[in-house]
């Protein structure tokens, strides 16, 4: 029974009209195309459908709507994204992201890096998109470079330091800097201000254990918890 059925399953395959072959070809190229939207995950009307944001992007969709709330106007974060709009995916591409949003909403950016390199490539991306009136890269360390930063920050964006696989001593080095980043500016928010650090769902409490320690034992609450993690006033 079970070869005579496998039998006759092979014979109605290989003997199927030419129509059945093109249907069942539209139907796996409809589901491929659906399987493809679905996967990507873009911050959209801000920057284009295709740019596909994977994990970031729902705390990135909130802080652009609190963004878009509380009229920011003074943006700032440490680590640059070197790649522009390249890395979307891998790193978040934070620079394009909220430097497009300070273009059209008349705010502005400050991206602080201790690499050249990098916030001469990222200055490349910046201009080639127009934004160079919206967004400043500095070299620096972020942490010398915040505690001088004299404006009031809407915004504050914390993933310099990298957080690196399987090195506890680096880790504990890169939470500690970002502690120290956010104490650096902390006289610098106010209780509408906007906090999101990345890297957060990573072994050992990722990039913002630390500071998320300080954070909730010092007035601020937790408005998204994913991957990053986004915090406002309590
Ligand atoms: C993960 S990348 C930033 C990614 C970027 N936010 C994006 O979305 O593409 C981390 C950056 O932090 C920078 N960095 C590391 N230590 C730093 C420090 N002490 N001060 C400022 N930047 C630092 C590195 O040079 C690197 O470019």
């Known amino acids: 029974m079970g070869m005579w059925y496998q039998l006759h399953t092979l014979f109605y395959f290989c003997w199927m009209p030419v129509y059945v072959y093109i249907i069942s070809a539209i139907v796996i190229i409809i589901g491929a195309i659906l399987y493809e939207r679905k996967k990507t995950k873009p911050l959209y009307p801000l920057l284009p459908k295709h740019l596909n944001f994977g994990k970031r992007q729902i705390t990135l969709l909130r802080t652009l709507e609190l963004l878009n709330e509380r009229k920011a106007k003074i943006l700032l974060e440490t680590g640059i994204a070197r790649k522009g709009i390249l890395q979307t995916r891998a790193d978040g591409a934070s620079t394009i992201v909220f430097g497009t ?63 690196p696989k399987g090195d506890t001593d680096g880790q504990r080095k890169s939470q500690e800097h970002h502690l120290k980043e956010f104490r650096a500016i902390e006289n610098q928010l106010h209780d509408r201000s906007i906090v999101l650090i990345d890297d957060c769902r990573l072994p050992n409490g990722g990039k913002g254990k630390l500071v998320m320690d300080y954070l909730l034992a010092n007035g601020w609450k937790i408005e998204l918890k994913k991957y990053q993690n986004l915090l406002v006033k309590a």
């Open 101 to 163: 949003w300070a273009k059209k909403n008349n705010a502005h950016l400050y991206s602080v890096d201790i690499d050249p390199v990098a916030t001469q490539m990222a200055g490349e991306a910046i201009a080639h998109l127009g934004l160079n009136k919206y967004v400043t890269p500095v070299t620096s360390d972020s942490v010398s470079y915040l505690k001088g930063f004299d404006q009031k920050v809407d915004f504050l964006y914390l993933d310099s330091y990298d957080f």
